[in-house]
């Protein structure tokens, strides 16, 4: 049953919230179905992919305090699936007794990107180095550039590899700028708050990139960090319940695909020092922050070692996996959090699994249709298919997963490359030949 935030009358109290009606909240509410928990759900449309399984829904945004208090009015407890949130509004009705997990207190270090590295460098877990935009020094050497014009892709947009469309911001007059002592060419921006899959995100190649960067976006609302040459990307999903306990699932290796998840390999082929590496900076950011609930973090790894990029505050695409692959997923885990409980073993149940992601392609509804089809048909495949309108280029509209068979790591990625050459002659990634 699905109701608006006008007909609230007859939902009983009970079960779980969730802010955000995407995919996320989809695969929760149906982790919660299974276990006969309700699960009501805040969005933004009646059409999200969550009103599938949710057994109410409470229309309106994060931003939206009466909505956000109906919805809480509804359950146990709040959680979310996304950060785009209004933590002064949520502390006024935390005190108003409205219970979220996690609490805004410990979302108020991990929203902002520029928080997060802040977080990071007061433990002295290593991350790129950084700084914001706003601090940097004007080039002696540099002149006052007249305002005017300027034809640009969206930054908040930008993405390597998918068509952006071109539009013509405002072009402030800024002096000149220079990069600090011991910084290069090239180094990446990032917006500190709303980025996602490449949005939000730039890579500055040269003096006058950064240039047309500071004129086109505001400095104080945006981060430079060094760009970092990885070997490979890494990802490990942990949690911690209210009684301080914490669970970690497998590291896992990711790959993207102009800046979204192509494919997630799990176990990573890492060393034991590696993994407890991993393990010990998941553990020491969750009691830090006091945190309860579910936590990504994305990693590179090169020959600096392992370097946080990001932080997740919510249940995220490298850990997919797991509803196939480990005793519990991902979603249980958030499920029994939200909802008081402890927590569950989240050891694989296979030697190792990969998991796929479908994105929006150039296709009829009917061809997307046959395509999955046959995607159904690979031996051992998962396919969970979200519910969205087809038609945008490079959305996430599903995802696939595989359970791998070989003990060996390295036959294992061959085993994971072997499936994902034949689900991507199947459905392409976005920019690339269809098969």
């Known amino acids: 049953m699905t109701e608006s935030h006008n007909a609230r009358r007859g939902v009983m109290k009970g079960g ?5 009606g995407g995919q996320l909240a989809l695969m929760l509410g149906q982790a919660a179905r299974r276990r006969g928990i309700p699960c009501h759900v805040l969005q933004a449309r009646e059409a999200e992919p969550a009103s599938a399984v949710a057994t109410s829904s409470v229309l309106g945004t994060a931003g939206d305090a009466r909505a956000m208090r109906e919805l809480a009015d509804r359950c146990r407890a709040v959680t979310f699936e996304h950060e785009w949130l209004d933590l002064a509004a949520l502390s006024d009705l935390e005190q108003q007794g409205c219970r979220f997990v996690p609490s805004p207190a410990a979302l108020d270090r991990l929203i902002s990107k520029r928080h997060q590295r802040e977080l990071l460098e007061a433990m ?14 004007p080039d002696p050497t540099g002149e006052q550039p007249g305002a005017e014009p300027l034809a640009s892709p969206d930054p908040g947009n930008q993405q390597a590899g998918t068509a952006t469309a071109t539009v013509t911001p405002p072009r402030r007059a800024v002096a000149r700028v220079r990069l600090p002592d011991g910084w290069s060419f090239p180094v990446m921006a990032k917006a500190s708050r709303g980025g996602y899959d490449g949005r939000g995100t ?7 990139a950064l ?7 505001p400095p104080d609302d945006w981060l430079l960090e060094e760009f970092i040459p990885f070997e490979r990307e890494l990802a490990l999903v ?6 301080g306990t914490v669970a970690v699932y497998p590291l896992v290796e990711t790959h993207q695909h102009g800046h979204v998840c192509d494919w997630v390999l799990a176990p990573a082929e890492a060393s034991p020092a590696l993994q407890a590496h991993a393990r010990n900076v998941a553990a020491s950011l969750l009691t830090d922050l006091d945190y309860v609930g579910v936590l990504a973090i994305e990693f590179f790894w090169g020959r600096r070692g392992l370097l946080v990029n990001e932080l997740a505050p919510r249940t995220h695409n490298s850990g997919h996996y797991s509803i196939e692959a480990c005793r519990s997923s991902q979603f249980d885990q958030q499920l029994r959090i939200v909802n008081g409980e402890t927590l569950l073993d989240t050891d694989l149940t296979v030697p190792g699994a ?9 296709l009829s509804e009917a061809e997307m249709e046959t395509r999955r089809a046959q995607l159904r048909r690979l031996p051992g495949t998962e396919l969970h298919w979200y519910g969205k309108p087809s038609g945008a280029m490079g959305r996430k509209l599903g995802h696939i997963t595989l359970p791998l068979k070989e003990l060996d790591a390295g036959s294992r990625r061959r085993e994971a490359m072997e499936h994902l050459g034949q689900i991507r002659a ?4 976005p920019g690339l030949a269809s098969a």
């Open 426 to 429: 199947i459905w392409p990634l």
């Open 124 to 137: 002295a877990i290593p991350c790129p180095r950084w700084l914001p935009l706003s601090r940097l020094q």
């Open 211 to 217: 240039q047309r960067l500071m004129e086109e976006v």
């Open 238 to 243: 942990a949690c911690r319940d209210r009684f």
């Open 16 to 20: 779980i919230g969730v802010v955000g």
């Open 354 to 362: 990969l998991m796929v992601n479908l994105l929006g392609l150039d």
């Open 202 to 208: 730039r890579l500055v190649p040269d003096a006058a």
